[in-house]
């Protein structure tokens, strides 16, 4: 049962990053800001989603 959550939560981390890349490049187009919002990940998708969407 444990491995299946670290395999959601693995998973879920990489979603968020790669969503977050794609929203950065998207709205920027830098690599520099694309890599910087990736660490950041889910992070940025709510701010990106909160400023931008709403």
Do not use: D, E, P, R
């Amino acid at each position: 049962m444990k491995t299946y959550k670290a395999t959601y939560v693995k998973g879920g981390i990489t979603f968020g990053t790669v969503l977050a890349i794609t929203i950065s490049w998207s709205a920027n187009q830098s690599l520099l800001w694309a890599i910087i919002h990736g660490i950041l990940g889910w992070l940025y998708v709510i701010y990106y989603a909160i400023f931008y969407h709403f």
